[in-house]
């Protein structure tokens, strides 16, 4: 749930006592409405506005993303890295640089090897993290196998690919193009506060009815294929898409199609709607931090693990292409963020300050997983990943 932006937190979490004041004084009003508005109580909506975003994770039902019963080595040769990044105009030490950000965890590839893996304290190798709009890149690898299996075309309508949205004209317009590049055009804006659960993405974050929003939500604010704006919406539309046309839930496709063929050491789990229900498409899958390098380092050598390939080569390269239309300002192809004046790098980027960052030209996989702010420094911390990048590249070539 990101997008690229210079902009400060759409909202700061209130202080514990206010809050709880607030849900407290609320909570009567919510047992009575609550069931029927289909999203949590105030007391709930009070913690999620107060927790760090990385613990939330268990709050909600999940399904298991099961690993194989052996996973992939990754090789592992830990040598320092750069100690100082730029950061906002200044050079700063590294680890001011993840102080200020809140970073939970730090890992870095170089030539498919992790030369460094840090976590915060308290956190460790067998953490769940969660992806948070890290999925929407991860859905997007998804829709690409399904493609090649003749199974989906990107010039598909949406009303035809889900029957249940055939009444609704918008869906009859918008294609799986427009999806994947955020052009549906379809008027749900990103909303992150918890404390205004029926607006935009909170809605459809925190509902107990994904399928039941999305139809609520088939009103456009500009021609689909015409403006790039970023939509939670899209991604979760591609994900009930890859559900009635694969016919298993998400958990279940991402474990059979990536989990298991690119060696991951650890289950992952994705939350949903309710028990039993829909996959959050657009957010929260909890992985361990090396298993988002995993991906990463697939990406990275065209959708290959070792021989083996598990992406086509050609949706890496849909990927790689900067779409017709920038998103928000900024370019964009099939979920996947392109890093301006980079290195033809790219980044799956979460809210909070999640990164599977990719820079082929250096050979450099980073991942950051993070407890920040909503939307907050993304083009400062993705220049210092690129600074790592190159300066890893640089002692490389010195060897």
Same mark, same amino acid.
């Given at each position: 749930?990101?997008?690229?932006?210079?902009?400060?937190?759409?909202?700061?979490?209130?202080?514990?006592?206010?809050?709880?004041?607030?849900?407290?004084?609320?909570?009567?009003?919510?047992?009575?409405?609550?069931?029927?508005?289909?999203?949590?109580?105030?007391?709930?909506?009070?913690?999620?506005?107060?927790?760090?975003?990385?613990?939330?994770?268990?709050?909600?039902?999940?399904?298991?993303?099961?690993?194989?019963?052996?996973?992939?080595?990754?090789?592992?040769?830990?040598?320092?890295?750069?100690?100082?990044?730029?950061?906002?105009?200044?050079?700063? !030490?590294?680890?001011?640089?993840?102080?200020?950000?809140?970073?939970?965890?730090?890992?870095?590839?170089?030539?498919?090897?992790?030369?460094?893996?840090?976590?915060?304290?308290?956190?460790?190798?067998?953490?769940?993290? !969660?992806?948070?709009?890290?999925?929407?890149?991860?859905?997007?690898?998804?829709?690409?196998?399904?493609?090649?299996?003749?199974?989906?075309?990107?010039?598909?309508?949406?009303?035809?690919?889900? !029957?249940?949205?055939?009444?609704?004209?918008?869906?009859?317009?918008?294609?799986?193009?427009?999806?994947?590049?955020?052009?549906?055009?379809? /008027?749900?804006?990103?909303?992150?506060?918890?404390?205004?659960?029926?607006?935009?993405?909170?809605?459809?974050?925190?509902?107990?009815?994904?399928?039941?929003?999305?139809?609520?939500?088939?009103?456009?604010?500009?021609?689909?294929?015409?403006?790039?704006?970023?939509?939670?919406?899209?991604?979760?539309?591609?994900?009930?898409?890859?559900?009635?046309?694969?016919?298993?839930?998400?958990?279940?496709?991402?474990?059979?199609?990536?989990?298991?063929?690119?060696?991951?050491? /650890?289950?992952?789990?994705?939350?949903?709607?309710?028990?039993?229900?829909?996959?959050?498409?657009?957010?929260?899958?909890?992985?361990?931090?090396?298993?988002?390098?995993?991906?990463?380092?697939?990406? /990275?050598?065209?959708?290959?693990?070792?021989?083996?390939?598990?992406?086509?080569?050609?949706?890496?390269?849909?990927?790689?292409?900067?779409?017709?239309?920038?998103?928000?300002?900024?370019?964009?192809? /099939?979920?996947?963020?392109?890093?301006?004046?980079?290195?033809?790098?790219?980044?799956?980027?979460?809210?909070?300050?999640?990164?599977?960052?990719?820079?082929?030209?250096?050979?450099?996989?980073?991942?950051?997983?993070?407890?920040?702010?909503?939307?907050?420094?993304?083009?400062?911390?993705?220049?210092?990943?690129?600074?790592?990048?190159?300066?890893?590249?640089?002692?490389?070539?010195?060897?």
């Amino acid at each position: 749930m990101s997008r690229f932006a210079r902009l400060r937190p759409r909202f700061r979490r209130p202080r514990l006592a206010g809050a709880l004041i607030c849900a407290l004084a609320l909570g009567g009003l919510a047992a009575a409405i609550g069931p029927l508005l289909g999203v949590p109580n105030p007391i709930t909506l009070a913690a999620l506005a107060i927790v760090e975003p990385s613990s939330v994770g268990t709050w909600f039902a999940s399904r298991v993303v099961a690993a194989a019963p052996s996973s992939r080595p990754l090789p592992v040769r830990l040598h320092a890295i750069p100690d100082r990044v730029p950061w906002k105009g200044r050079s700063v !030490p590294l680890a001011e640089m993840l102080r200020a950000t809140h970073t939970n965890a730090l890992l870095v590839t170089q030539d498919g090897v992790l030369v460094h893996e840090w976590y915060r304290p308290g956190s460790g190798p067998a953490t769940l993290f !969660p992806s948070w709009s890290v999925a929407k890149s991860v859905v997007s690898l998804l829709v690409g196998q399904t493609i090649a299996e003749g199974k989906l075309a990107e010039t598909d309508h949406v009303a035809a690919l889900l !029957p249940y949205l055939r009444d609704e004209p918008a869906f009859g317009r918008i294609t799986v193009r427009d999806l994947l590049d955020m052009t549906s055009g379809l /008027a749900v804006p990103e909303n992150y506060d918890p404390w205004d659960p029926l607006t935009g993405t909170a809605g459809l974050y925190l509902t107990r009815d994904i399928r039941e929003f999305v139809r609520d939500h088939a009103t456009l604010s500009s021609k689909p294929g015409s403006t790039g704006q970023y939509r939670s919406i899209d991604t979760e539309i591609l994900g009930l898409i890859l559900a009635e046309v694969q016919k298993k839930p998400l958990a279940d496709l991402l474990s059979e199609a990536i989990w298991k063929p690119m060696g991951a050491e /650890a289950k992952a789990t994705w939350n949903l709607d309710r028990p039993g229900g829909t996959e959050k498409a657009f957010c929260c899958i909890n992985a361990v931090a090396r298993d988002f390098a995993r991906l990463g380092l697939m990406v /990275a050598d065209h959708g290959r693990v070792g021989g083996t390939h598990i992406v086509p080569a050609r949706w890496i390269e849909r990927i790689e292409t900067p779409a017709r239309r920038d998103v928000d300002g900024w370019p964009y192809s /099939a979920q996947w963020w392109h890093v301006p004046e980079g290195d033809d790098d790219i980044s799956a980027i979460g809210v909070y300050g999640q990164y599977i960052y990719i820079n082929r030209d250096t050979g450099t996989v980073i991942v950051k997983l993070s407890d920040h702010g909503a939307e907050q420094d993304e083009a400062d911390t993705l220049a210092v990943m690129l600074a790592i990048s190159r300066e890893l590249a640089g002692s490389r070539s010195a060897r």
